[in-house]
């Protein structure tokens, strides 16, 4: 009896602490019902899709394990914790990491105007210093024919190219980094030079994403 009665009570410590774990994330989320009324203006018949996955994916806040997506045209991450769906939206006083285990890649909400926060994906980082990108999902409304012998383009969602930034140290807001190379270069500031150098003895392009990690690296191991 003894026995039966220690596991309940390990049974049920353990799920009061899951349930914790759980109600210590409602205050991120977005009411359903909120994001539910922005989707009407969409309508049953749009191309494509506003989410960067598919499918929900294997995520991870807070330690907690969940199944999400991300919508890269309104900018959060639709939820799925255990059959109720909830919306976490990126905000400053909840800037968790959102890991997608299965492809091991991070989002986390970064500031890119005053007070202004959105979606980042991590593709590189040392210590206070991140290199992202931006994804991008564009809502194109339905057009309809101007005569006869025009057709009516349905609307649709259309991936976008994806927009790349930097996190400095000293810096609170995001930089998207230019994709002219004299631009791109007074981004770093007094090693400037150094970054040109490496790019050169390289032969590295700013607009590919894997060069970019390189620079970044590189950038970040200059003291």
């Known amino acids: 009896m003894k026995s039966i009665l220690l596991t309940l009570l390990f049974i049920s410590t353990v799920a009061f602490s899951q349930v914790n774990q759980i109600n210590n994330l409602r205050d991120v989320y977005t009411l359903k019902s909120d994001i539910d009324r922005s989707l009407d203006q969409f309508g049953p018949n749009v191309k494509g899709s506003p989410f960067i996955h ?53 989002y986390r909400a970064f500031e890119y105007e005053n007070l202004k926060f959105g979606f980042f994906k991590i593709l590189a980082k040392n210590d206070k210093t991140f290199l992202l990108s931006k994804q991008f999902v564009k809502f194109y409304p339905e057009v309809k024919p101007k005569s006869n012998y025009e057709m009516l383009k349905p609307a649709k969602f259309e991936r976008k190219q994806d927009a790349y930034y930097i996190k400095l140290s000293d810096q609170d807001i995001v930089i998207e ?47």
Do not use: C, W
């Open 54 to 106: 598919s499918e929900y994916q294997n995520i991870k806040i807070k330690g907690v394990a969940m199944k999400g997506k991300y919508n890269a045209n309104q900018d959060y991450i639709e939820v799925d914790n255990k059959g109720e769906v909830i919306f976490f939206v990126p905000t400053m006083e909840h800037r968790y990491d959102v890991l997608f285990t299965d492809e091991n890649t991070t």
């Open 177 to 223: 980094l230019p994709t002219r190379k004299s631009k791109f270069l007074d981004v770093f500031n007094s090693k400037s030079n150094s970054v040109k150098s490496f790019i050169k003895k390289e032969r590295l392009g700013i607009k590919k994403e894997e060069d970019l990690i390189k620079i970044f690296n590189f950038y970040a191991s200059l003291k």
